[in-house]
Every structure is written in C-alpha cells, then in structure tokens.
C-alpha cells in the first residue's frame, strides 16, 4: 500500500498497483485505465478510486472486464514526476530486455515499469479482445482537456467518438511512451490530458472522461440519454475545438541547461510573431512567425520544453484515410530511393537524394512516423500494419 496525497482534495488515499478491477457478468471488451504513470499527477489516480467506488455502490452491469491500475507508486509517494527515470520515455523493446536480464541493477522507476509490463502480460492472456487502453495525465500548465494518440486509424477512428481536441504525431517526438508500446501491439490506446496537475477540475475531467470512456467501450450498456450527457458533460470542460491537431515541433531542453518558459502561456493559445516565449541558458526563445503552442513547460522535470502545433483540415484526414486503405505504400516502394526496411512490410527506407520529392508530411498521411537516421536516409515505420482491427470490428462505435 502507498499514500497517495491530493493538494486538490486536501486528501490522503491508500492504494496498490491495482487501483480498481471489476470483472463483469457478461462478456465484453477489456478496458484499462492507467494513471500516475507521472507520480506528480494524482488527477486519474483519485478519479479512478471514485468511478470504481461508484461502479460497485451502484452494482453497475458491467460487460467484460475493467482495471484501475496505478502507474509509479513510488514517485505518487513521493509526489515526484519519476524517481530517477521518466517511467513515460522508457517503453522500448531493448528495454524491457534489459530489464529482464539485470536483476537488482535498475532504478526503481524500472522496477516499476517491469511490474506494469508483467501485469500488462497478464492482462492481454486471460482476457479477451477487444482491448481498450487509456492512460490519464495532467499537465504542468493551464489546459482544457485534450486526447493523445499514435497516428493510427484505428486509434483515430475510436478517438473521434470523443468531443474532445485531439493531438497526433506526439510520438515522433516522444519515444518510450506506455502507449506507444501498446500501440505497437496492435490494440487501441489514447493518453487523456483532464488538466492542471493540481486543479481540482482535472479529477473533475477525468471522471468524466472514464465515464464517458465505459459507454464508448461498451463496457457499460449506458442509455442514449445517459452517454449524451457525459458527452456534455466532457464537452462543457474546455472551449477547444474538437479537432484532429498535428505536432510539427518540439523544443528539446538540453540536459543541464536551465529552461524558464515566460509565464502565462496555455494550451492551444494561439502566439503572435515576435512573442518572447521561454529563455533557455541565456538565450530569449522567440517566435519569428505565428505559432500555436501546446504543453509549455512549468515544472522543473522534463525535456521537452514546448511543442508546436496545427490543425489537420477534414480534408487531409479523408486523403490519408484513402491512401492508407489502398495501400499507397505499396506502389511507392517501385519508386527509386525507396525500399522495404524490414521483412514485416511496416518500415520504409528512404534515399532522400534520390528521393527528393519525399517529405515527412506525406509519409505522415500514409500512416508512417518519420525518424531521420542521417543526412540523406529516412526511415519511416508504419503504425497501420500492427493495427488488430479484426478485433473492433463488432464494436458499435466501429
Ligand atoms: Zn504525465
């Protein structure tokens, strides 16, 4: 058991790894909640004890199976972001590897993370698909609510059900994110960001957004009337457009170096061209044009100072969903420049010299994450070939 305190809530809670788990009478998906994956962020934590609490009081029907699980207990102790290694940046294959064959060598971050993987392996061989997973943050700064997501149909086609603003792409930028990891294991998995870390309106949020989550899901067999207003309820927390938004920058904080973001900044907030935004080792950061920021950075841990983002117009949406499902890829690989990375058909290798014509952009609306390996290669991975859609394909909203 770890204490788990809430500045919001002036309340101190007890719990274990599994916060929550009901397992329902009837068939349905599998849904799991992950919160405090970052220890100082408590939100989900307390928001998944009280959907639970309800749930149970309530004698809720439930179809399936539902967990509550809690991320770093030993940062959530602490009140911490992580102990020694951001528990959200370390989900990699070679990792998890690593992990396995040194014992007693490993930070405790680690240590949890080898926990959650083995619960995750429990979890995915003694249920049954479909899967759902979400995983629930809060920010450092000023938010309305917003979904993260892997750039994947499937992952977008679920995300659309919530009228929320959501953001694609963060994982070209972030690697060894939870959910990416899943991700790549083919099931459905959006991060959910309900608001300031210690706002009392972020649980608020997230209850909300586990609700709402459990009718999606079917979980839940909520009346129309019911979903409805959960909807509205969702929808009534921020005045952000719910539109699909696209990261095209991310200013990386350099290890040592000592970041100060200018004060004031919010989520989505629109920045006019020369707006001094952060200063970082002596040097003013400003905008030489205009600029939406997203995720400012107002605590002291963390390497990514800021992101810039865009709206993704309907337009493009329809495009990529065309070109994926014709398998667009496919065709391009008869091009010069471009070839097969890996046997699997789900990366490509790009000769930017040749290739001249090619840019991330596009490969972005074929469904790939783009990594710049040098000078003149791209490699670019697919995040549509792992996709288990067979899986959804009974699932209402699909
Ligand atoms: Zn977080």
């Given at each position: 058991m770890v204490k788990v305190y809430s500045n919001a809530l002036e309340e101190t809670m007890e719990i274990d790894r599994i916060i929550g788990h009901i397992q329902g009478s009837e068939p349905g998906p599998t849904v799991v909640f992950f919160a405090g994956i970052h220890g100082n962020e408590p939100a989900g934590v307390f928001a998944l004890k009280q959907v639970f609490r309800e749930l149970k009081l309530r004698q809720t029907k439930i179809n399936g199976q539902v967990y509550g699980i809690a991320g770093n207990l030993g940062a959530l102790k602490n009140k911490v972001r992580f102990v020694e290694k951001d528990l959200n940046r370390i989900w990699s294959a070679e990792e998890l590897v690593q992990i396995d064959a040194q014992d007693d060598a490993i930070s405790s971050d680690e240590m949890e993370m080898r926990e959650l993987y083995k619960l995750l392996t429990h979890i995915l061989t003694l249920n049954q698909p479909p899967y759902y997973f979400i995983d629930l943050h809060t920010t450092s700064g000023d938010t309305p609510p917003f979904m993260v997501l892997n750039d994947s149909l499937l992952n977008r086609k679920f995300a659309s059900n919530y009228p929320l603003p959501i953001i694609l792409g963060i994982e070209e930028y972030l690697s060894g994110a939870l959910l990416s990891y899943i991700n790549e294991l083919g099931y459905v998995s959006l991060g959910f960001?309900?608001?300031?870390?210690?706002?009392i309106v972020s649980i608020r949020n997230c209850i909300d957004f586990i609700r709402f989550t459990l009718g999606i899901t079917e979980l839940v067999s909520y009346s129309v009337q019911e979903l409805d207003r959960f909807k509205r309820e969702l929808l009534s927390?921020?005045?952000?457009?719910?539109r699909f938004y696209e990261i095209y920058y991310q200013y990386e904080i350099e290890t040592g170096s000592s970041f100060i973001m200018e004060p004031g900044f919010e989520n989505f907030q629109k920045i006019p061209k020369g707006t001094q935004l952060a200063v970082d080792n002596g040097n003013r950061l400003v905008t030489h044009r205009k600029r939406q920021i997203f995720m400012p950075l107002y605590q002291?841990?963390?390497?990514?100072g800021f992101y810039f983002i865009r709206s993704v117009p309907k337009v493009l949406l329809w495009i990529s969903k065309g070109l994926r499902k014709f398998k667009v890829d496919h065709i391009l690989v008869r091009l010069p420049g471009i070839k097969w990375k890996s046997l699997k058909k789900d990366a490509l290798l790009v000769d930017l010299r040749i290739?001249?014509?090619?840019v991330k952009s596009f490969f972005h609306l074929l469904g790939y994450r783009a990594r710049q390996v040098n000078q003149t290669h791209l490699v670019v991975k697919s995040r549509e070939v792992a996709s288990k859609n067979v899986d959804y394909k009974d699932a209402r909203w699909f």
């Open positions: 960001e309900g608001g300031k870390h210690e706002d927390a921020g005045e952000v457009t719910n002291e841990l963390g390497s990514e290739a001249k014509f090619m």
